[in-house]
T-cell receptor, first 115, second 113 residues
Framework: DTEVTQTPKHLVMGMTNKKSLKCEQHMGHRAMYWYKQKAKKPPELMFVYSYEKLSINESVPSRFSPECPNSSLLNLHLHALQPEDSALYLC??????????????FGEGSWLTVV | LAKTTQPISMDSYEGQEVNITCSHNNIATNDYITWYQQFPSQGPRFIIQGYKTKVTNEVASLFIPADRKSSTLSLPRVSLSDTAVYYCLVAPFSSGSARQLTFGSGTQLTVLP
């Protein structure tokens, strides 16, 4: 069982809505990640936080806004999304990004449908 | 950067041993190899990780030859519930490059009765 918890599991939102995806881990990990996964494709990296600071942004459109309030929480704020943004959004964490051999642990994901 | 190549799909029968190979010709000295399993509509689940030679845990074995340019995930006596996509990830987790946190295309394993 994963120790990375994501809520909600399913979200349907209109293109003018503002919503948020939430992620929590209590493993003491200091690196947290957002991935996006479309059907039958591998996960694609969106953002990486290291010690609560954004360290990687993979040229993600500004309608996706990440936030890391503390070392256990990671949010993804959504605004003015497009139907093509519908996907499984995966949160993950790892001990940190400073040592080789870190294992990334994933949550179960949040299914997002934009209508 | 260590790009990975895996077979797109594999079929097997229940009770057989399955070996899935991942090629990573440009693997760097600091890179580790990690395998994940993913069922539909779920997040990837960690299976096994290794650096060289052989690693074994309760669910799988990972074989890495001396040149480390490939690795083989071995699943003993598969069952129907092992039907999933298997990803090989090669990364040091100690660099700022996002490409080193990028998954390959994965292998769809289908276990038949």
């Amino acid at each position: 069982d994963t120790e990375v918890t994501q809520t909600p599991k399913h979200l349907v939102m209109g293109m003018t809505n503002k919503k948020s995806l939430k992620c929590e881990q209590h493993m003491g990990h200091r690196a947290m990640y957002w991935y996006k996964q479309k059907a039958k494709k591998p996960p694609e990296l969106m953002f990486v936080y290291s010690y609560e600071k954004l360290s990687i942004n993979e040229s993600v459109p500004s309608r996706f806004s990440p936030e890391c309030p503390n070392s256990s929480l990671l949010n993804l704020h959504l605004h003015a999304l497009q139907p093509e943004d519908s996907a499984l959004y995966l949160c993950a964490s790892s001990q940190d990004r400073l040592h080789s051999g870190n294992t990334i642990y994933f949550g179960e994901g949040s299914w997002l449908t934009v209508v | 950067l260590a790009k990975t190549t895996q077979p797109i799909s594999m079929d097997s029968y229940e009770g057989q041993e399955v070996n899935i190979t991942c090629s990573h010709n440009n693997i760097a000295t600091n890179d580790y190899i990690t395998w994940y399993q993913q069922f539909p509509s779920q997040g990837p689940r960690f299976i096994i990780q290794g650096y060289k030679t052989k690693v074994t845990n309760e669910v799988a074995s990972l074989f890495i030859p001396a040149d480390r340019k490939s690795s083989t995930l071995s699943l003993p006596r598969v069952s129907l519930s092992d039907t999933a996509v298997y990803y090989c990830l090669v990364a040091p987790f100690s660099s700022g490059s996002a490409r080193q946190l990028t998954f390959g295309s994965g292998t769809q394993l289908t276990v038949l009765p």
